[in-house]
């Protein structure tokens, strides 16, 4: 079946710092994916998504490119903010011709804190 | 432009006990997800409904239960709680079933006793 794999964590930076979450997944065809945010005591929030591969997908000073053959989705940001600290989740869409297609699956999440 | 909604914010319950968790999608969406998170966790796919009937179902014992009314709005049934079943619900809503991007409400936190 479909998983995600995402870098342990947590991740603690200092303010303007460079920022990489490494995802990388398994699924057949070509899935969608996302990056997804949650500020504490929240809901999810759509932070960018790519559709087909070598998509760049990008949101608020974020970035991922989909890398069918690493099957990799990496997270990055030139500068972090305090503003930024949350969790990070990178989640796939099946291929819309399978059965997983409309269903999301998540990986496990990263923590990220960054500091004055 | 209404987001998801989900009701209520927090609940308690004991073990054995039912409990009903409900959501109302954006403004024009007509399909509806729940996942369910676990502290720590990535949130994991419950079921999703359409035209007031399931059309996917993760994998998840039928103690859980689903229902989505005319207007869109579903409800969330668990049944027999189980300490495990603590956790946060997350309704997601989209245009068609099948379309990728999905929107989140903020989520019912369950704990069970």
């Known amino acids: 079946g479909d998983s995600v794999t995402q870098m342990e964590g947590p991740v603690t930076l200092s303010e303007e710092a460079f920022l990489t979450i490494n995802c990388t997944y398994t699924?057949?065809?070509?899935?969608?994916l996302f990056w997804y945010v949650q500020y504490p005591g929240e809901g999810l929030q759509l932070l960018l998504k790519a559709t087909k591969a070598d998509d760049k997908g990008s949101n608020k000073g974020f970035e991922a490119t989909y890398r069918k053959e690493t099957t990799s989705f990496h997270l990055e940001k030139g500068s972090v903010q305090v503003s930024d600290s949350a969790v990070y989740f990178c989640a796939l869409s099946g291929d819309a011709g399978g059965t997983s297609y409309g269903k999301l699956t998540f990986g496990q999440g990263t923590i990220l804190t960054v500091h004055p | 432009d209404a987001g998801v909604t989900q009701s209520p914010t927090h609940l308690i319950k004991t073990r054995g006990q039912q409990v009903t968790l409900r959501c109302s999608p954006k403004s024009g969406h007509d399909t509806v997800s729940w996942y369910q998170q676990a502290l720590g966790q990535g949130p994991q796919f419950i079921f999703q409904y359409y035209e007031e009937e399931e059309r996917q179902r993760g994998n998840f014992p039928d103690r859980f239960s689903g229902h989505q009314f005319p207007n869109y709005s579903s409800e969330l049934n668990v049944n027999a709680l189980l300490l495990g079943d603590s956790a946060l619900y997350l309704c997601?809503?989209?245009?068609?079933?099948?379309?990728?991007?999905?929107?989140f409400g903020p989520g019912t936190r369950l704990l069970v006793l």
């Open positions: 699924a057949t065809g070509y899935p969608s």
């Open positions: 997601a809503s989209s245009l068609v079933p099948r379309q990728e991007t999905q929107y």
